[in-house]
């Protein structure tokens, strides 16, 4: 088993562990009784976090995964005959199995895009239909930030798309699975890219930057949508020991976890990235811009190289790659692994040429 | 905050902490990477774990809440237009904000119990319409052990329910949210009351038992119900770090911790009752078979003790509450406790004797 | 194929035929074009003679079924999380084989009655967690006028459930499958045992009193719902040739269709109820007071006369009956039915005594 | 109201009427009583009329619209975490309100095509992540025919497509709302493109072809899907009357009522677009295979020429328009509108000429 326990990897940020501080906060929070359901003084306090870093109109709720905090923080706000506008390339179009189909039953339409983010001009296609019964209603765009081909949103490009939603009535929705390595990215406070940038809906992720489990579904615009606390109830989404969850956020933002563990990360990937330009044969694909890497190389390499790292194909006709750094990637990980790419490659029939299409 | 955080009280066994067991063993897995959603090794093992306790026949899957853990066990296993048979005092009926209609869009059909025990003659009035397309058709007996009344089913009573059940071509279903409290009454090992009982989806909770999160679905005859990967991924259950719920099981399991919690929390729950039956004026409704206790008092009393001991009123019109212990119940919160309810019964005008109906 | 056809009965209401003055209207509307899902002249007219019976706040929408028009009209008013109360025997609770959970995935919670009829004292119990995430809301409480035992509520009796609702601020929603019958019994107009007595959303049946198909969706307090054009959409309601409902609701109500069907099968529910009072061995199990007729009867008898003149078992252990009369019953019809039971009755063993419990 | 009721146009084949030999049949089996809900003897013998048409092994059930039949064809066969692939401009994506994702809860995929019809190498990107639980299971390959666009499949085109669904475990679903038009265009008999051509779900369409309402939900591979009886009943699609739906269909097919209104709705337009390619500045932009014109032409002209006869803009952006005939549509109305668009066009500034891109 530790073989395989200590294989290190590329696949994901989530398959890291759990920041130490985080941990410590966890245990520090469990001594006593707590009342649950998030009628908590944790969960008060991570509450006042959040309106701290996003606005005093926030209003947070804690939910367990990615997933959930998308589709609810969708499901308070729309209804079944709504559609949401989104890259195909989005988590809730390609990676949640049709859960927002499942569980707020609207309709998700998507547009192409070179580098996994929306712009206005592509959306026209999806933006008609208003007030025919017979169509879904398109009533929020939904972006990722950052995206997921590790790309990053500016404020600028937020905000059009902001203005773009809301001058269709629409309402402008933002996965911030990955939020944190934009904001170092950006160099920004969080609130500046997120609510003062026009966004009405954020899920804000903890699970893929050091933490354990937990996701908050942010209402930026003030009130609670009508009904949430019962959607996310019998969406099965309530915590029962909630002070877990909040503990986490608590540590998250007060011990700035999220800046080390996101900074890390990019670091990292930039790293990395500064390597596999060096391996002639080895093709980066999109701007590195957070914690992920896409890059073309030959189909054995990467068949066996998987066997000591681990990463997953991103799209296979093309031989092109996904590599996650996350907060725990060492920079021998990255000359290990990328040692053993070089090698790999120079001895590979054609020198991987052939797919660098 | 630390008054509050120090209030102890018996409003519900998840008001507690997490089990030092448990969490030195979260702490353990939490070195290195491990592969997201399951398929790492510590899940291997818990799932193991499982089919040791309740055979080799049994699929586990694990899921965050106990709400979850019904809803998705009976999901997998029946269609929308199906109706599941319970107590009406059932969580999945009355505590789960409607979430079987919200996700399985199935039907819930309840009977009332004196004792919050289904058997089978109650079950009558709704075992017809089979076959006929307007009825929603009975498809699941639930039953809840132990039950949200406290009370424990036999071995037998729980053999006639399968029985009957499947001499209708329907399934049981066990909600084991407090299994654990069940199998230290019964003084059985869980597959003697589960499995080999006729139980045919079983939800194993931990949360309420010492954990801090994450419940299991369990599938006792063999293959897992088609798809039922999917209908977890897109109901928003599919943990990404699933290592951390699986070491909690593992440690739940093989260190016998899930023992150690429900027994105490029984055996302080039997003391309380004790405590409590020596209080005129207080009278105990329900049989103490595990962590729950019934009790009905002055309501004036009531309100004075909530403020140092929070519970919950369980029947507002008959002035009846309901009282939980858990693992880390003291001997002291309980002799405090009963010491001061008793002062305050004693104190009260009528003696509390009016309530007593 | 003929004697199948000529075999006459009393199964229900809905297995008679399209009333000829319906029929010429349906030809009458089918010359030249009419543009489809509502926007057309007929449509329009239709409306406005809804608004005429129950006051010009009304917004009706035609869809096709009676179990349509009771969940879209429910659907329209509340969301997953609320609960309707109905008696048990509610055709929303057991006629429409879980439809309300299926489309709009909220709980039906049910009382027993001894006539099919709500009264306030019946839904205590299931008023309470108002405001308690972890239960389902209660939101409406739905009745059926005439009832699904054949009774009819006063007027005075509406209104004490509108004012519960409303003080509860909850809804009354009111299946008016065989409102005609209701309407004639008490002879009122529609709107003042609906409207005026405090009914918020009205099922408004016409296919079992002389149409061939469509019912009506009625919003009685002005506006629709929002986004409830979409939702009749998406739940396959909305009628392309909507013309051919809305032409059999002119004749419906402008040639007083519905008075004079409805007011025949009522009459021909009192004759037989009248012949069968005669029957030593039958008892009449509930008042009747619209067109349906509930007796006990001995089995066998039951069986043999079924061969000839169908109908449905309504309680097979207390071998309770139901007997439909409808807009097309003649005399003749329960001439001979009863004279043959009457017959059957008498050389019964024990003269079917033995059920008359 | 003449004056409306007299406007002919092309705006869609369900403008028009009931086609007199349907109505007919209606009123022939409007005569005493018959048992609800497709327990008839009209019923029985529809049934076997279908099976004639497409073969024993079909299982049909009537429905009330195209929508619900597509729904629930499909409803019937697949699971919420299953998608289906179309042609995003077919029914189901574009004019259904969202009615898959909310009565399945499933994704819908969708490819753009240049003319309505998909072909396997369209398909291929959506054709992915089988097995992989975070992603929606592609189980269908819907298509229609005549597909939107107003062209037609050949067998050898639906083979192609069938053999590619199989062949990846999955199923070809035929919306069929005109399916007449195209067996009509193809001259074939119904089975050779449907059953025989390996079409495992179809929607059998008549109210576009001459009948008041009522489409078939048709299983041509043997069995009925389990609980599909249930299904429809729950989706609020059952008749009551359902000898009203079945006598169409016996018409329909009896007194080939379908190939008479197809044949001539087809031969209208081709006599149409006779007429229109005569008019420079009108373009025609689809094969006319079927009876639907897609034609550009200046956009004052539509504005103006729709005040007497009505059709539907298709793509605002480049002034197409969508022009329907039906089996109603007479040479008149033909004549009449292509004299006036050609005066419209010849007069108006630039001859139109800037607007054929």
């Given at each position: 088993?530790?073989?395989?326990?200590?294989?290190?990897?590329?696949?994901?940020?989530?398959?890291?562990?759990?920041?130490?501080?985080?941990?410590?906060?966890?245990?520090?929070?469990?001594?006593?009784?707590?009342?649950?359901?998030?009628?908590?003084p944790y969960?008060d306090e991570a509450?006042s976090?959040?309106?701290?870093?996003?606005?005093?109109?926030?209003?947070?709720?804690?939910?367990?995964?990615?997933?959930?905090?998308?589709?609810?923080?969708?499901?308070?706000?729309?209804?079944?005959?709504?559609?949401?506008?989104?890259?195909?390339?989005?988590?809730?179009?390609?990676?949640?199995?049709?859960?927002?189909?499942?569980?707020?039953?609207?309709?998700?339409?998507?547009?192409?895009?070179?580098?996994?983010?929306?712009?206005?001009?592509?959306?026209?296609?999806?933006?008609?239909?208003?007030?025919?019964?017979?169509?879904?209603?398109?009533?929020?765009?939904?972006?990722?930030?950052?995206?997921?081909?590790?790309?990053?949103?500016?404020?600028?490009?937020?905000?059009?798309?902001?203005?773009?939603?809301?001058?269709?009535?629409?309402?402008?929705?933002?996965?911030?699975?990955?939020?944190?390595?934009?904001?170092?990215?950006?160099?920004?406070?969080?609130?500046?890219?997120?609510?003062?940038?026009?966004?009405?809906?954020?899920?804000?992720?903890?699970?893929?930057?050091?933490?354990?489990?937990?996701?908050?579904?942010?209402?930026?615009?003030?009130?609670?949508?009508?009904?949430?606390?019962?959607?996310?109830?019998?969406?099965?989404?309530?915590?029962?020991?909630?002070?877990?969850?909040?503990?986490?956020?608590i540590?998250?933002?007060?011990?700035?976890?999220?800046?080390?563990?996101?900074?890390?990360?990019?670091?990292?990937?930039?790293?990395?990235?500064?390597?596999?330009?060096?391996?002639?044969?080895?093709?980066?694909?999109?701007?590195?811009?957070?914690?992920?890497?896409?890059?073309?190389?030959?189909?054995?390499?990467?068949?066996?190289?998987?066997?000591?790292?681990?990463?997953?194909?991103?799209?296979?006709?093309?031989?092109?790659?996904?590599?996650?750094?996350?907060?725990?990637?060492?920079?021998?990980?990255?000359?290990?692994?990328?040692?053993?790419?070089?090698?790999?490659?120079?001895?590979?029939?054609?020198?991987?040429?052939?797919?660098?299409?």
């Amino acid at each position: 088993m530790n073989d395989i326990l200590n294989k290190r990897g590329f696949a994901s940020d989530n398959n890291s562990g759990v920041h130490p501080t985080v941990m410590e906060q966890i245990m520090k929070v469990n001594r006593g009784h707590a009342v649950g359901y998030g009628d908590d003084p944790y969960t008060d306090e991570a509450r006042s976090v959040f309106k701290e870093q996003l606005g005093s109109d926030t209003e947070v709720f804690f939910v367990f995964t990615g997933t959930a905090a998308n589709v609810l923080g969708l499901g308070g706000m729309i209804r079944s005959w709504h559609s949401v506008l989104s890259a195909d390339t989005s988590h809730i179009n390609s990676d949640e199995c049709g859960s927002p189909e499942k569980i707020i039953n609207c309709k998700v339409l998507t547009v192409e895009t070179p580098d996994g983010k929306l712009r206005p001009e592509y959306l026209s296609k999806h933006m008609h239909g208003f007030g025919f019964e017979h169509h879904s209603q398109p009533k929020v765009i939904s972006i990722s930030q950052s995206s997921e081909m590790g790309t990053v949103y500016t404020v600028d490009e937020i905000k059009a798309l902001a203005d773009y939603a809301h001058s269709n009535d629409m309402l402008l929705h933002m996965d911030g699975a990955r939020l944190s390595n934009a904001a170092v990215y950006l160099d920004l406070p969080f609130r500046a890219f997120t609510t003062d940038a026009g966004v009405d809906i954020l899920s804000f992720g903890g699970t893929k930057n050091g933490m354990m489990y937990g996701e908050a579904v942010c209402f930026l615009r003030g009130g609670m949508p009508s009904g949430f606390r019962y959607l996310r109830k019998q969406s099965m989404q309530l915590a029962s020991k909630m002070r877990f969850i909040s503990a986490q956020y608590i540590a998250f933002f007060k011990c700035n976890v999220w800046k080390e563990c996101a900074g890390h990360s990019n670091n990292m990937a930039k790293m990395l990235e500064k390597r596999l330009r060096e391996i002639k044969g080895v093709k980066i694909t999109q701007k590195v811009e957070s914690n992920a890497i896409f890059a073309q190389m030959p189909r054995k390499v990467a068949q066996e190289i998987n066997k000591e790292y681990f990463f997953y194909p991103w799209n296979e006709e093309t031989d092109e790659y996904r590599l996650m750094t996350s907060w725990d990637t060492t920079e021998e990980d990255i000359n290990t692994f990328s040692d053993k790419l070089a090698i790999l490659v120079e001895n590979s029939p054609g020198d991987g040429e052939a797919l660098i299409r």
